[in-house]
């Protein structure tokens, strides 16, 4: 029994929509009566050289934009993407974006459609392609009709420290076209991103599938929001290495997707194997808040899942985070394939709470139960389980389906809540100079609301851009 302890304490621890062409089949504006302003320029070539996307202009991407260059994006500027031509910008290997807003003048990307009228999935969102390393050999940028390649076999050679621009300060908003299973775009996609790419300060909204998904690479983030997206909010694959610190994601209960909606979806690759790199993000202060306030709550869409599924052989590592109103489990392990390498230590659930419905679940070993997992966890690397909301003190960090606008009261933890003061940074995993070590506590939120800063905005479907 205490070796079972043991290690189990170390485990817890068909319709290929095409885009238009961009350059070849867009000959003219098939929504020029969608013009709401004088100073529109539509974008619809490659963009090659360096090119200035400036504020006194709004640029509407048509079609399937790929940047070769340098694109460099002024603070305050709008960028929509088009709905019929799938408007959709893509950063190609060895271009770069250099999209840098500030607090009070952040840079949006949005729908084109008027306010009222935005809906998930209106464009395709912002794709950066790197030369970061990656665990497949053949691997292509999903859903695109003019092809990316990533993988192994596309270069010769992989830069960890490769550089696709720069994201500070910037919204993307109704993007994410799901054109069939498993080949979507995203809000914010990054392919072999490297950490020379400088990703803060970002708001992916009312996205079609997952707001951020990384395959492989290692780009690190800080201060992500994904907000009342229909898919997953993290999904992350093919070998990201990455680190990740301060993020929020919350759920609109009534929109989730028929594959199955969580908060963290995590794969080696989709096949299990032991290919290298392997998945070994880390991520920390992460807020992962579900559909279910309450076990009373109504009408929540019957495909959401877990908290975080973390399953196909993937090392990813949690720290200081919550999890919470989550019905299938707050923590869904596929422990068929990372018993190994939570048992190497390569993976680590550390200073985690899982608030509320059900704790954590184990798949693929019918010998152990649930409820023994559950035990097992809270009683490894200090980690909670907590049965309400209330008593973590998290009871307005829930989207409000029945409001005007269904955004969360405020994030912050009540005074006296279980998750202040319950973080810690000593795992080695935590050592990276990228990770502040004074936020020890549980979660994206000690006592500063980082998402009332003017850059944010929960309510892009009624703002005129």
């Not at 360096?50 to 940047?67: C, K």
């Amino acid at each position: 029994m205490r070796k079972l302890f043991l290690n189990f304490a170390v485990v817890l621890l068909g319709m290929a929509t095409v885009f238009s062409s961009c350059e070849d089949k867009v000959t003219e504006d098939p929504d020029a009566d969608l013009k709401d302003a004088p100073n529109e320029v539509i974008v619809k070539s490659t963009i090659k050289g360096e090119r200035q996307f400036v504020n006194d202009s709004v640029y509407i991407l048509m079609g399937q934009i790929n940047v070769e260059g340098t694109l460099n994006i002024e603070a305050g500027t709008i960028i929509k993407g088009d709905k019929v031509t799938k408007g959709t910008l893509v950063v190609l290997p060895g271009g770069k974006l250099n999209a840098v807003g500030t607090s009070t003048q952040p840079i949006v990307f949005t729908s084109r459609m008027a306010a009222g009228a935005r809906s998930a999935g209106d464009w395709g969102g912002v794709i950066l392609v790197g030369k970061a390393p990656v665990n497949q050999s053949n691997a292509t940028v999903e859903g695109l009709s003019n092809p990316v390649d990533y993988g192994t076999s596309a270069f010769a050679d992989r830069d960890a420290n490769d550089s696709s621009g720069k994201l500070k300060y910037v919204r993307i908003e109704f993007s994410g076209i799901a054109l069939q299973p498993d080949k979507e775009t995203n809000g914010l996609t990054m392919c072999a991103v490297g950490k020379g790419t400088e990703i803060s300060h970002v708001q992916v909204s009312f996205g079609g599938d997952d707001s951020f998904e990384w395959f492989g690479g290692t780009v690190n983030a800080k201060y992500l929001i994904a907000y009342a997206g229909v898919d997953d909010d993290w999904d992350v694959d093919y070998g990201y290495s990455g680190n990740v610190q301060f993020g929020v994601s919350v759920r609109n209960p009534r929109t989730a997707d028929v594959s199955g909606s969580n908060g963290f979806e995590s794969d080696n690759d989709g096949s299990g194997s032991a290919a290298s790199p392997k998945t070994s993000a880390v991520f920390s202060n992460m807020t992962v808040v579900g559909p279910y306030k309450t076990t009373a709550d109504k009408d929540v869409n019957a495909n959401f899942a877990a908290g975080a599924h973390l399953r196909r052989n993937t090392s990813i590592s949690i720290f200081n985070s919550v999890f919470a109103g989550w019905n299938t489990a707050g923590i869904l392990l596929d422990a068929v394939t990372t018993l190994a390498n939570a048992t190497a230590g390569d993976m680590a659930l550390q200073n985690v709470a899982v608030v509320g419905i059900k704790g954590v679940t184990l798949k693929g070993a019918a010998s152990v139960t649930d409820l023994q997992v559950s035990a097992l966890f809270e009683a490894a690397g200090s980690n909670k389980l907590i049965a309400t909301v209330a008593e973590a003190g998290i009871e307005g960090s829930f989207y409000n389906p029945k409001a005007a606008v269904g955004k969360p009261e405020s994030f912050l933890p009540a005074a006296g809540s279980p998750l202040l003061s319950a973080g810690a940074f000593t795992h080695a995993k935590l050592k990276d100079a990228h990770f502040d070590s004074s936020a020890t506590y549980m979660g994206a939120f000690g006592t500063t609301d980082w998402t009332k800063e003017a850059w944010v905005n929960f309510d892009p479907q009624n703002t005129v851009y």
